[in-house]
C-alpha cells in the first residue's frame, strides 16, 4: 500500500511539468510551424492542437483525478483559441480586401498576413492575467476545489499543487510578456514587410521555440528538485509514514464556537500561533467512520456525557496521496457551562468576533477552510434550491447567517453540489444559458467515459 501512494505522489509531483510540456511546447509548435508551412494554415494546426490538449486534459484528469493541476493548460487552450480566431479574421480581412481601409495596399504582404508570435504572445500573457486576477474564482480552481477540497485538506501536495500552479501562470506570463515586447519593438522598428530572411526567421519563430524549451527544461529540474526534498524527507515521504484517520470537532452553542490557541491543544500546523477548534484526534486509517465512534472518541477526549450535547457528520476530505483522511463533525452543546468541567481548554467566540478572527488571518488553514464551507454550503441552502434557483422571488436577497440550530438542519454539508449552486446559481449571469450549456457538456462527457 505504502508504494502504491508513494508512486502515486511522485507522478502527481511530476504531473506539474508533464502539464507545463504540453501546454506550452502547444504553444511552441505553432512558431515552429510557421518555418515550414504557409501562415493561412496556422489557425487550423492551432485548432488542433486546442483539440489535443482537450484529449489530454480529459484524459490526465480520469486517469490521475486529484493527483493533477490543468491551470496552465486551460490558459494556454484559451490563448490559443483567441489566437486562431484573430489569424482568422486577419486572413480574410487580407482576402477580400477590408484590410485596405485601414492600411495602404503598398505596406501590405498578401503572404505574410501576420506573424504568429504578435498574436499569439499577447493572447497568452492576457489570458495569464486574466488567471492571476481571478485567483481560486478561475473555473478549473473552482471545480477543484469542489470536487477535492481545500489545498489545507489535501495535504502536502496540494499545497504544492497550488503553490506551484501560482508559479506557472506568472512564469508563462513573464515569458510571453518578454516574447510579445520584444517581437513588436523588432516588427516595428527593424522589420521590413517584403519577405522574412534569416534574422526575420530567428526573431519570430526561433526565439519563442528556444525559450519556450528552455523553461520546460528549467520546470523539469525545478520539480526534479522538488521530488528529491519530498522523497528524502520523512515527515512528508509516505514510505515513512502510516495512514491515518484524522476526527476534528467544531463545538457550537447557539451562534458562538469555542475555540484554542494552536500551542495549547489540537493542531493541523504545529508551531503556528493561530486560533483551531481544541477538539481533535489521529487515529489508524479508516476509510469509513460511523457517527457512534466519533461520537465514543470526543467523550473519551471532552469527558462530555451523551446527554450533554448532539453531533452530526459534516463533511470527509482527503490528502492528494491518500494516505490521509479527516472526518469533520459539528458538536452542539446544550449550554456553554458545559464545558467548564470539561478536559477541553479555550473560550467561546462570538459570529463577529469569529469573523475578524478570519479576516485578520488568525484561524488555522483548517479551520478557515471549515468555516468557509459551513458558511458557502448554508448560504447556498437558506438561498437556493439544489438546482439553482432561488427560493425567494428577490433578486440578490440573502438571508442572514446563523449557526443556532445547525445539527438540526436538513443539509448534507458533504454533497460537493450546494458548492456548486453557491458558485452557479439564479443570481449569475445568463443562468439559464449556461446552465443549457452545462448540461450538455455534462452529457458529452458521459458519452466520452462510457
Known amino acids: 500500500m505504502s508504494h502504491r501512494h508513494h508512486i502515486t505522489n511522485e507522478s502527481a509531483i511530476f504531473s506539474l511539468w508533464l502539464n507545463w510540456t504540453m501546454a506550452?511546447?502547444?504553444?511552441a509548435l505553432p512558431e515552429f510551424a510557421g518555418l515550414m508551412l504557409p501562415k493561412t494554415w496556422i489557425p487550423f494546426v492551432?485548432?488542433?492542437?486546442?483539440?489535443?490538449?482537450?484529449?489530454?486534459?480529459r484524459s490526465s484528469i480520469t486517469a490521475s483525478d486529484s493527483t493533477s493541476?490543468?491551470?496552465?493548460?486551460?490558459?494556454?487552450q484559451r490563448a490559443l483559441g483567441v489566437s486562431a480566431i484573430i489569424m482568422l479574421v486577419i486572413a480574410v480581412a487580407y482576402a477580400r480586401g477590408f484590410i485596405e481601409i485601414f492600411y495602404p495596399e503598398e505596406v501590405l504582404n498578401l503572404h505574410i498576413p501576420y506573424l504568429t508570435i504578435l498574436i499569439l504572445g499577447p493572447s497568452a500573457s492576457v489570458m495569464c492575467m486574466v488567471a492571476m486576477f481571478k485567483g481560486h474564482n478561475s473555473d478549473v480552481c473552482r471545480r477543484c476545489i469542489i470536487k477535492h477540497g481545500n489545498a489545507s485538506e489535501r495535504g502536502f501536495l496540494g499545497k504544492i499543487f497550488l503553490q506551484e500552479s501560482r508559479y506557472q501562470v506568472r512564469l508563462l506570463f513573464v515569458l510571453s510578456t518578454a516574447l510579445s515586447v520584444a517581437g513588436w519593438l523588432y516588427y516595428w522598428y527593424l522589420y521590413v514587410n517584403v519577405n522574412l530572411n534569416l534574422t526575420d526567421l530567428f526573431v519570430f519563430n526561433w526565439v519563442p521555440v528556444i525559450f519556450y524549451a528552455l523553461s520546460i527544461i528549467y520546470l523539469g529540474m525545478r520539480y526534479f528538485t522538488l521530488w528529491g526534498y519530498y522523497y528524502n524527507h520523512i515527515e512528508l515521504n509516505p514510505r515513512n509514514n502510516t495512514a491515518t484517520t484524522t476526527i476534528r470537532y467544531l463545538i457550537l452553542c447557539?451562534?458562538?464556537?469555542?475555540?484554542?490557541?494552536?500551542d495549547d491543544g489540537f493542531s493541523d500546523i504545529p508551531d503556528e500561533n493561530k486560533y483551531d477548534t481544541p477538539a481533535g484526534m489521529c487515529?489508524?486509517?479508516?476509510?469509513?467512520?460511523?457517527?457512534?465512534?466519533?461520537?465514543?472518541v470526543f467523550n473519551d477526549i471532552s469527558g462530555l456525557s451523551d446527554s450533554d450535547y448532539s453531533m452530526r457528520f459534516m463533511y470527509k476530505s482527503s490528502d492528494v496521496s491518500g494516505l490521509s483522511n479527516i472526518y469533520h463533525y459539528i458538536c452542539c452543546v446544550k449550554d456553554r457551562t458545559v464545558l467548564d468541567g470539561a478536559t477541553l481548554t479555550g473560550r467561546w467566540f462570538t459570529l463577529s468576533q469569529l469573523?475578524?478572527?478570519?479576516?485578520?488571518h488568525d484561524l488555522s488553514p483548517m479551520l478557515a477552510t471549515e468555516i468557509h464551507r459551513l458558511y458557502t454550503v448554508t448560504m447556498a441552502w437558506k438561498t437556493y434550491s439544489s438546482d439553482g434557483r432561488r427560493l425567494y422571488k428577490i433578486k440578490n436577497y440573502r438571508p442572514s447567517f446563523r449557526l443556532n440550530g445547525?445539527?438540526?438542519?436538513?443539509?448534507?454539508?458533504?454533497?460537493?453540489?450546494?458548492?456548486?449552486?453557491?458558485?452557479?446559481n439564479e443570481d449569475k449571469p445568463f443562468f439559464r444559458l449556461r446552465r443549457l450549456l452545462q448540461h450538455g457538456r455534462g452529457h458529452s462527457d458521459r458519452l466520452i467515459e462510457s
Open 406 to 424: 445547525i445539527c438540526d438542519w436538513d443539509v448534507d454539508f458533504n454533497n460537493p453540489q450546494w458548492l456548486e449552486v453557491a458558485r452557479f
Open 355 to 360: 469573523q475578524r478572527l478570519l479576516y485578520n
Open 24 to 27: 506550452v511546447g502547444s504553444l
Open 46 to 57: 492551432i485548432f488542433g492542437l486546442i483539440i489535443l490538449l482537450t484529449l489530454y486534459r
Open 69 to 76: 493541476c490543468d491551470l496552465i493548460q486551460m490558459i494556454c
Open 283 to 296: 487515529l489508524p486509517f479508516r476509510n469509513r467512520l460511523d457517527l457512534s465512534e466519533a461520537d465514543h
Open 254 to 262: 447557539g451562534d458562538d464556537i469555542f475555540l484554542n490557541r494552536n
